[in-house]
């Protein structure tokens, strides 16, 4: 039976992506020390072994790794807002502790890490972003990010460990974050709707995002792991975005006309768009979910 760690397994993201590979018939460990202040639950597959570690603890989680044949690495410090008020806890988390998940799964001989980063590394990059852009770090939480996809190749070309690491543009879909201000932004607007409160659309609204779907995403980390390609796919980043993107204020539209303008925020990018031909040619990623489909249906 293939054998699955996920890290960050019973949060957004990583919840769905535990309960697809049960799914798959993979038997499957999660690490998740449930520390995110944006999740309202979290989400534990009873089907899947439940380890309640911070990644970086070497000595309780090492053996964990053993036997498994995919890491899927999600656990990390992953708002912009809360790693510019706690800098270092944002490089701990994401950079000790994606070293951490390497180094374990390099001693236990892991085939594949699939690295979890993040599109604001490209910054103020002219859109649509190609992997090929320089970094473009503006806050603590895309320096540490970048780092990891560092440590990911340098794993790869030193090591031989065998690495992908995806930067997703702005995911949303079922159990994302709603908790707080700084839980993204499709889930924050679902949950004022829900509430009848005002849409709060930060600045002007006409930062343009690309949404991408969790199921895609999803979609993309098994296609990674399981997909035969050539050894020159490793150590790379890969774009995981729709490739269309929308201004906050076309989502609101979307919602509710019942919308208030707050202040900007420090440190974000303007605009992002994936160029996603990599993923597309490489790994035969194709998204299926259109964001205004989606949130129709949750109206």
């Given amino acids: 039976m293939t054998k699955s760690l996920v890290t960050g397994g019973a949060g957004f993201i990583g919840s769905n992506l535990v309960d697809h590979l049960v799914e798959l018939g993979h038997e499957v460990v999660v690490i998740d020390n449930e520390s995110a202040e944006s999740n309202e639950q979290f989400y534990w597959n009873e089907k899947a072994q439940k380890c309640v570690y911070d990644i970086r603890d070497y000595e309780n989680t090492r053996p964990l790794y053993d036997g498994v044949d995919y890491v899927f690495h999600l656990a990390a410090e992953s708002r912009i807002q809360p790693a510019i008020e706690n800098p270092i806890n944002a490089i701990s988390l994401n950079s000790v502790g994606t070293c951490t998940v390497l180094q374990c799964a390099r001693e236990a001989g892991v085939n594949r890490v ?64 709603v908790r707080g201000q700084y839980a993204p932004v499709v889930g924050i607007f679902l949950r004022q709707l ?68 707050i202040p ?34 949750q109206k």
């Avoid at 190749?153 to 949303?172: E, Q, W």
């Avoid at 895609?216 to 390609?229: G, K, P, R, S, W």
């Avoid at 974000?268 to 996603?276: D, F, M």
């Fill in 194 to 261: 829900a509430a009848d409160e005002s849409l709060t659309i930060v600045g002007d609204g006409e930062q343009r995002r690309d949404f991408t779907h969790v199921s895609d995403v999803v979609q993309a980390n098994v296609l990674a792991a399981t997909t035969e390609v050539d050894e020159s796919a490793f150590g790379q980043l890969y774009n995981i975005g729709n490739g269309k993107n929308y201004s906050v204020n076309e989502l609101a539209e979307m919602i509710s006309n019942n919308t208030t303008n």
């Fill in 114 to 177: 699939i690295y979890s980063s993040t599109s604001s590394a490209y910054g103020m990059n002219e859109a649509p972003n190609v992997e090929t852009q320089p970094d473009d770090c503006l806050n603590p939480y895309s320096v540490s990010k970048s780092n990891g996809e560092k440590l990911c190749k340098m794993y790869t070309d030193l090591f031989g460990l065998k690495t992908i690491s995806f930067r997703y543009f702005n995911v949303y879909g079922e159990r994302q974050p």
């Fill in 264 to 297: 900007p925020r420090i440190g974000e990018a303007r605009i992002s768009l994936a160029n996603n031909n990599k993923m597309r040619t490489t790994f035969g990623w194709n998204p299926q979910v259109k964001l205004n489909d989606w949130v129709a249906a």
